[in-house]
């Protein structure tokens, strides 16, 4: 299968109002798009640097490797795009080929993406509602999420003094019925977080995810020793050692961003690996594309599709590149068609 044509498609997508982080906020949503089109058939894959670890040159970088990976694709056999992934040494643009590849590989066996990942059919994958930041407004971003059906909520934590923010959480699982998962993006010293997990302990807790600004496997593992929920590593993976964490099981729970990780058959690797020493796996995104999001919802159904996955910031978006997969109940429906299940739509579609 001959790759006939390569699209690159700019996008930026504004978002409805501010995503807050410890260190970033992020207003919009900028990637690239690329289309691999063979046969009638077309396969996409996103390429959107992780606003929480990039500056503007290795979002320039990793642009720049997206552009010289579209360029050796054209003309080449979809089979030797596959075998060629490892050439692309940019984690992030080799994240957005994979997809755009085995999307337009699965689209020609006529198999949704998860299935043509070796996993079982699945109709839909859970994920937690994302509630932004313990603000004045996170009471009632909480409460939809109640009534639409999700059982699991993220709120972003380390933005204002632990104390205040153990305060405020006690008061909103005070006025809810729903489980919170929290995420500091590496916001405490160690005496802080201690001092917030102790006040928060006994509240509906699903996991807390990187709770200090300096992480160690001592450090991680003495705070989730004290915990009854699961403490989580997400931006620390690298810098403290997938093989590291693995052996030390200093935490519950791996989260992972497949776009860092840098493709499709990397992150099943490595939560495969996480599995096996004991650890809970979940697929995240932070606020990616609609095409971004189906890709990791796929990932997630191979991986574990009844786990909540951090997928549903869908609603965050003014508009998107696609339409967006449907949130019912608590769960992303995946679609019924093969491949990803959906391409870009309005100006994004035109060529």
């Not at 004045?136 to 709120?155: H, L, M, P, T, Y």
């Not at 972003?156 to 205040?164: H, M, T, Y």
């Not at 977080?193 to 300096?214: H, K, M, N, S, T």
């Not at 004991?278 to 995104?285: A, F, K, L, P, R």
């Amino acid at each position: 299968m001959k790759l006939e044509q390569v699209v690159l498609r700019p996008y930026a997508l504004p978002l409805k109002q501010p995503w807050r982080a410890a260190h970033a906020t992020l207003g919009e949503r900028r990637g690239v798009l690329i289309g691999l089109f063979s046969q009638g058939l077309a396969g996409w894959g996103d390429c959107a640097p992780l606003p929480s670890f990039s500056g503007a040159q290795d979002r320039a970088d990793t642009f720049a490797a997206l552009e010289r990976a579209a360029q050796s694709l054209r003309g080449a056999a979809l089979d030797e795009g596959l075998a060629g992934l490892a050439a692309i040494d940019n984690a992030q643009a080799r994240w957005a080929v994979e997809t755009a590849l085995r999307d337009l590989s699965a689209r020609r066996d006529g198999l949704p993406l998860h299935r043509a990942l070796g996993a079982a059919a699945a109709s839909q994958v859970a994920v937690n509602a994302a509630a932004g930041p313990l603000d004045e407004s996170c009471a009632s971003r909480v409460a939809a999420a109640r009534q639409n059906g999700f059982d699991i909520v993220k709120i972003k934590v380390g933005l204002a003094d632990a104390d205040e923010e153990a305060r405020r959480l006690r008061a909103l699982a005070s006025e809810t019925a729903i489980r919170f998962r929290l995420d500091a993006n590496r916001a405490w010293s160690e005496a802080e977080a201690r001092r917030f997990l102790d006040a928060v302990a006994d509240l509906p807790i699903d996991g807390v995810e990187e709770p200090l600004a300096q992480p160690t496997l001592e450090n991680l593992r003495r705070l989730q020793e004290r915990c009854p929920f699961a403490l989580a590593i997400d931006e620390s993976l690298f810098e403290l050692g997938p093989e590291k964490i693995f052996a030390a099981r200093a935490t519950r729970r791996l989260v992972l961003k497949p776009a860092r990780i840098g493709g499709l058959a990397a992150t099943l690797r490595l939560a495969r690996q996480a599995a096996a020493a004991g650890m809970e796996v979940v697929i995240t995104s932070v606020v990616d594309s609609a095409i971004g999001v189906a890709a990791a919802a796929q990932l997630a159904a191979a991986l574990d599709p009844a786990r909540a996955h951090g997928l549903a910031t869908g609603p965050w978006l003014a508009r998107d590149v696609a339409p967006p997969l449907p949130l019912r109940n608590g769960a992303l429906v995946l679609p019924d068609g093969p491949g990803l299940g959906l391409v870009p739509s309005g100006e994004f579609a035109e060529f």
